[in-house]
């Protein structure tokens, strides 16, 4: 009976050892970068290169708005020397997690901080505060990094905040910074473009929605520069103006810029599930004003994206809404090329 | 879009589920193994989660079959464990095993990015419902029914009275498994479109509304069939009439009708009816009462709560970038107009444009801003605006465009010229270009502006 008891005690002591004996490696001379959301992390990677070490937390096929605070989240942030957040309210579970990995100086407003989206112009802030508009964010929509041109002040932000956990970089910091926004200007309005107007001009006309008009009017040696457009936007001229019904309101930035029009959703409310009511009213709509292409991420629902789609004999994309959540989306740069040539293929199945 | 057009195919699969699951809830209420369901159900979310991780998309008939093995082992492993060992309660093996499933498809879709929406495998999506769908559901059931209908006395026996069907030599072990087989594969279908909580309520609720009854199977079967389809077909419409998601309002709709069927069983079986009747007016009120108890409460709480995130104790602290916080940004990302940058200006023009002027002018981080401040000054003062407009054509950072909108500003001043500068070359190409401009514009940099005007 001893002997039973002693044997059972051992192999629990064993099981036991070997549990606590798991500890994670790491290496410790490159500043340490934890970021909430996967394009955080490329546009990270472009500005810090291969002084710091990249990871993030949620991939481009899940839901930025619930995370489940695991262990590892905790000691990943413990050890982390800069942490990026959105700074809006997407990431509502960020502060209990920030709690928990108990390293102070990553705390909103401290030294290891960075809000990625400081100094952007935010959309569709709410005239009044009401949870029973859904899951509102109370500082506009937080969905940031879905516009290349909102990236370029992303990749400021983490500059700002690279700087100060290591100055000694700083000149490699500025330089990778500038060449990454160069990169996204030439990207996103093509090179002959930049290189005729400048991307400071260029960003400010898109933002302003008057690009498209503006290169129409103006010439440039007897040719109008509407000519010259290259890039994303180039790519996009065939949505512009063009309808679309989304899940849910993540793309705002980016449909703004192509001249997409989100006409409805299928959720009611955002971030509340869509009811009977409300997806039949969609439906309506869609067969009324001929909708048939829907832009979704793909953390939703796939199967309830093709009910709708069925009825209404529409096109579902259904795309990552950052890099790491779809094979061919593995950076900043390329989850545009995808939701683009998606959108494109989209349409010109349904003309 | 109307609401037959919406809710007809929820409305027939709900018929279905009505149908198999009623008649499996009896048996299950016999055999008083109620979370039999919940485990099963969950084997089978588990086994579409699992089934993800392998590269098996959910949504598909291989997933299909991949949840299907799961149960199937869950079944084997209930079989097993019925009668075995009297201290331990099957039921308490079904809930461990419900448990361990629900915590095993949390941790496997951790591991899974983008199975993230299997996590609504407990509400379903009954609205989503596809006519396919439905028809495969009521293929399979159908199957299955025939199979309960032709071996009902064995599957009778085994649920009312082990004991007696151990007597009379009946394989138990054997027509257990087989229960719990037919009973997995229904679930496996059911859960994946009604979701757990459905498909328990659907199992569980009908069959007690038959209990409360009466206790002969036939008319079991009959009042089930009866209230199922009945409270199904008004929660759905409820579901559409206030617009929520129609799962959890059927399932939130028949505890409400539970309630009330309890309460009027109560007082139909009393021997005195008024007096149960007054005891359950009384009980109503009662239930009301401790309801607007705990709401008054809630509230109470909810205000100290909120004072308590005011204190700044709460997590409120996600706030929006401050005012404060954009000017410090501002600030650490402004190119300053350098010194060199002024001083390099002022000594290619030679002092002809006032530093204040010129700060004014490098302040601007606008190009067409800059422009149109150069027509200003052209207009206020010749010198200065063609100084300005020459430190415009000398910086790099200049468009291409607006180097030539520029050069088109020059031509439209006297003199008529462009002075040979080549818009798409950079700045230093144009040197000479720019020189010229220099000695013509300004005379050198040295020239006044009266000396400038009578020279043309």
């Given at each position: 009976?001893?002997?039973?008891?002693?044997?059972?005690?051992?192999?629990?002591?064993?099981?036991?050892?070997?549990?606590?004996?798991?500890?994670?490696?790491?290496?410790?001379?490159?500043?340490?970068?934890?970021?909430?959301?996967?394009?955080?992390?490329?546009?990270?990677?472009?500005?810090?290169?291969?002084?710091?070490?990249?990871?993030?937390?949620?991939?481009?096929?899940?839901?930025?708005?619930?995370?489940?605070?695991?262990?590892?989240?905790?000691?990943?942030?413990?050890?982390?020397?800069?942490?990026?957040?959105?700074?809006?309210?997407?990431?509502?579970?960020?502060?209990?997690?920030?709690?928990?990995?108990?390293?102070?100086?990553?705390?909103?407003?401290?030294?290891?901080?960075?809000?990625?989206?400081?100094?952007?112009?935010?959309?569709?802030?709410?005239?009044?505060?009401?949870?029973?508009?859904?899951?509102?964010?109370?500082?506009?929509?937080?969905?940031?990094?879905?516009?290349?041109?909102?990236?370029?002040?992303?990749?400021?932000?983490?500059?700002?905040?690279?700087?100060?956990?290591?100055?000694?970089?700083?000149?490699?910091?500025?330089?990778?910074?500038?060449?990454?926004?160069?990169?996204?200007?030439?990207?996103?309005?093509?090179?002959?473009?930049?290189?005729?107007?400048?991307?400071?001009?260029?960003?400010?006309?898109?933002?302003?929605?008057?690009?498209?008009?503006?290169?129409?009017?103006?010439?440039?040696?007897?040719?109008?520069?509407?000519?010259?457009?290259?890039?994303?936007?180039?790519?996009?001229?065939?949505?512009?103006?063009?309808?679309?019904?989304?899940?849910?309101?993540?793309?705002t930035y980016f449909t703004d810029l192509c001249g997409l029009r989100v006409v409805d959703y299928m959720e009611p409310k955002p971030g509340m599930p869509p009811t009977p009511g409300h997806v039949s009213a969609v439906i309506s709509k869609m067969r009324e004003n001929g909708i048939r292409v829907m832009l979704v991420a793909n953390y939703f629902d796939m199967g309830k994206v093709k009910t709708v789609a069925r009825k209404t004999q529409a096109t579902p994309v259904m795309v990552s809404l950052g890099p790491g959540g779809q094979k061919e989306i593995k950076s900043f740069f390329d989850q545009f090329d995808v939701w683009i040539g998606e959108l494109l293929k989209a349409f010109a199945k349904t003309s | 879009m109307n609401f037959i057009e919406m809710m007809a195919a929820p409305f027939f699969e709900c018929l279905v589920l009505v149908a198999i699951h009623t008649y499996l809830g009896i048996h299950v209420l016999r055999r008083r193994v109620i979370f039999v369901d919940l485990a099963l159900a969950q084997t089978a979310a588990l086994g579409t989660t699992a089934g993800v991780m392998l590269g098996i998309m959910p949504d598909t008939s291989a997933s299909l079959v991949f949840s299907i093995v799961?149960?199937?082992?869950?079944?084997?492993?209930?079989?097993?464990?019925?009668?075995?060992?009297?201290?331990?309660?099957?039921?308490?093996?079904?809930?461990?095993?419900?448990?361990?499933?629900?915590?095993?498809?949390?941790?496997?879709?951790?591991?899974?990015?983008?199975?993230?929406?299997?996590?609504?495998?407990?509400?379903?999506?009954?609205?989503?419902?596809?006519?396919?769908?439905?028809?495969?559901?009521?293929?399979?059931?159908?199957?299955?029914?025939?199979?309960?209908?032709?071996?009902?006395?064995?599957?009778?026996?085994?649920?009312?009275?082990?004991?007696?069907?151990?007597?009379?030599?009946?394989?138990?072990?054997?027509?257990?498994?087989?229960?719990?087989?037919?009973?997995?594969?229904?679930?496996?279908?059911?859960?994946?479109?009604?979701?757990?909580?459905?498909?328990?309520?659907?199992?569980?609720?009908?069959?007690?509304?038959?209990?409360?009854?009466?206790?002969?199977?036939?008319?079991?079967?009959?009042?089930?069939?009866?209230?199922?389809?009945?409270?199904?077909?008004?929660?759905?419409?409820?579901?559409?009439?206030?617009?929520?998601?129609?799962?959890?309002?059927?399932?939130?709709?028949?505890?409400?009708?539970?309630?009330?069927?309890?309460?009027?069983?109560?007082?139909?079986?009393?021997?005195?009816?008024?007096?149960?009747?007054?005891?359950?007016?009384?009980?109503?009120?009662?239930?009301?009462?401790?309801?607007?108890?705990?709401?008054?409460?809630?509230?109470?709480?909810?205000?100290?709560?909120?004072?308590?995130?005011?204190?700044?104790?709460?997590?409120?602290?996600?706030?929006?970038?401050?005012?404060?916080?954009?000017?410090?940004?501002?600030?650490?990302?402004?190119?300053?107009?350098?010194?060199?940058?002024?001083?390099?200006?002022?000594?290619?023009?030679?002092?002809?444009?006032?530093?204040?002027?010129?700060?004014?002018?490098?302040?601007?981080?606008?190009?067409?801003?800059?422009?149109?401040?150069?027509?200003?000054?052209?207009?206020?003062?010749?010198?200065?605006?063609?100084?300005?407009?020459?430190?415009?054509?000398?910086?790099?950072?200049?468009?291409?465009?607006?180097?030539?909108?520029?050069?088109?500003?020059?031509?439209?001043?006297?003199?008529?010229?462009?002075?040979?500068?080549?818009?798409?070359?950079?700045?230093?190409?144009?040197?000479?270009?720019?020189?010229?401009?220099?000695?013509?514009?300004?005379?050198?940099?040295?020239?006044?502006?009266?000396?400038?005007?009578?020279?043309?």
């Amino acid at each position: 009976m001893l002997e039973k008891k002693s044997f059972i005690f051992v192999i629990g002591a064993a099981f036991v050892a070997s549990i606590l004996g798991v500890a994670p490696a790491h290496a410790k001379d490159r500043l340490k970068v934890v970021v909430t959301a996967s394009a955080y992390a490329s546009i990270a990677e472009a500005v810090g290169g291969d002084k710091i070490e990249v990871s993030y937390i949620v991939s481009g096929n899940q839901d930025p708005h619930i995370v489940r605070p695991k262990p590892s989240l905790a000691v990943k942030l413990s050890e982390a020397d800069v942490f990026v957040a959105t700074g809006l309210d997407l990431e509502m579970w960020a502060p209990a997690l920030v709690d928990m990995s108990n390293n102070p100086k990553i705390r909103s407003g401290q030294k290891g901080y960075v809000s990625a989206s400081a100094g952007l112009d935010i959309s569709e802030v709410p005239v009044t505060v009401s949870r029973a508009e859904g899951d509102v964010h109370i500082f506009g929509n937080p969905h940031i990094h879905t516009s290349p041109l909102n990236g370029k002040i992303i990749a400021e932000n983490i500059y700002l905040g690279l700087r100060k956990n290591a100055p000694e970089h700083e000149a490699y910091f500025k330089a990778n910074l500038e060449k990454f926004k160069k990169e996204v200007d030439e990207r996103t309005f093509g090179k002959e473009l930049v290189k005729m107007l400048g991307g400071k001009t260029l960003t400010k006309l898109a933002r302003q929605g008057r690009l498209i008009s503006f290169l129409e009017k103006k010439q440039y040696k007897g040719k109008p520069l509407i000519d010259s457009l290259g890039g994303w936007m180039k790519m996009a001229m065939p949505l512009r103006g063009k309808e679309i019904v989304s899940f849910h309101k993540n793309w705002t930035y980016f449909t703004d810029l192509c001249g997409l029009r989100v006409v409805d959703y299928m959720e009611p409310k955002p971030g509340m599930p869509p009811t009977p009511g409300h997806v039949s009213a969609v439906i309506s709509k869609m067969r009324e004003n001929g909708i048939r292409v829907m832009l979704v991420a793909n953390y939703f629902d796939m199967g309830k994206v093709k009910t709708v789609a069925r009825k209404t004999q529409a096109t579902p994309v259904m795309v990552s809404l950052g890099p790491g959540g779809q094979k061919e989306i593995k950076s900043f740069f390329d989850q545009f090329d995808v939701w683009i040539g998606e959108l494109l293929k989209a349409f010109a199945k349904t003309s | 879009m109307n609401f037959i057009e919406m809710m007809a195919a929820p409305f027939f699969e709900c018929l279905v589920l009505v149908a198999i699951h009623t008649y499996l809830g009896i048996h299950v209420l016999r055999r008083r193994v109620i979370f039999v369901d919940l485990a099963l159900a969950q084997t089978a979310a588990l086994g579409t989660t699992a089934g993800v991780m392998l590269g098996i998309m959910p949504d598909t008939s291989a997933s299909l079959v991949f949840s299907i093995v799961f149960t199937f082992l869950a079944a084997g492993i209930f079989a097993l464990t019925r009668m075995r060992n009297d201290r331990i309660p099957q039921e308490a093996v079904i809930g461990l095993f419900y448990a361990i499933a629900a915590a095993l498809a949390v941790l496997v879709v951790q591991k899974t990015p983008g199975a993230e929406h299997l996590e609504s495998i407990l509400v379903g999506s009954i609205l989503w419902v596809r006519w396919e769908d439905v028809g495969i559901a009521a293929l399979a059931y159908g199957v299955i029914g025939v199979v309960h209908f032709v071996f009902r006395k064995q599957f009778l026996m085994i649920s009312e009275d082990p004991d007696k069907a151990f007597a009379q030599g009946m394989n138990v072990r054997l027509w257990d498994f087989l229960f719990y087989v037919t009973f997995g594969l229904v679930i496996s279908f059911s859960v994946r479109v009604a979701g757990v909580l459905l498909v328990f309520v659907f199992l569980v609720a009908p069959a007690i509304m038959a209990f409360m009854v009466t206790n002969r199977l036939r008319s079991q079967l009959a009042i089930g069939w009866a209230m199922g389809t009945l409270v199904t077909v008004l929660g759905l419409v409820l579901s559409y009439r206030i617009d929520l998601p129609s799962g959890p309002t059927v399932v939130a709709f028949y505890g409400v009708v539970l309630a009330l069927g309890a309460v009027v069983v109560f007082v139909a079986n009393a021997e005195r009816r008024t007096r149960a009747l007054l005891r359950a007016v009384a009980g109503t009120v009662a239930a009301a009462l401790v309801g607007l108890g705990v709401y008054g409460f809630g509230g109470l709480l909810a205000a100290s709560s909120l004072a308590q995130s005011e204190d700044g104790h709460g997590h409120a602290a996600v706030a929006q970038n401050s005012e404060e916080e954009q000017k410090i940004r501002e600030e650490a990302l402004r190119e300053e107009p350098s010194f060199d940058d002024v001083a390099l200006l002022r000594g290619r023009t030679g002092d002809s444009v006032p530093v204040v002027v010129l700060k004014k002018y490098l302040a601007f981080d606008d190009v067409e801003k800059r422009l149109r401040f150069i027509e200003e000054q052209l207009v206020k003062d010749k010198t200065t605006g063609y100084a300005l407009l020459i430190c415009f054509l000398s910086q790099e950072d200049t468009p291409v465009f607006f180097r030539s909108q520029a050069l088109d500003l020059l031509k439209t001043q006297p003199g008529h010229s462009d002075f040979g500068y080549n818009a798409e070359a950079s700045p230093s190409e144009n040197k000479p270009a720019l020189d010229k401009m220099i000695e013509v514009l300004l005379g050198g940099g040295r020239l006044t502006a009266s000396v400038l005007n009578t020279s043309r």
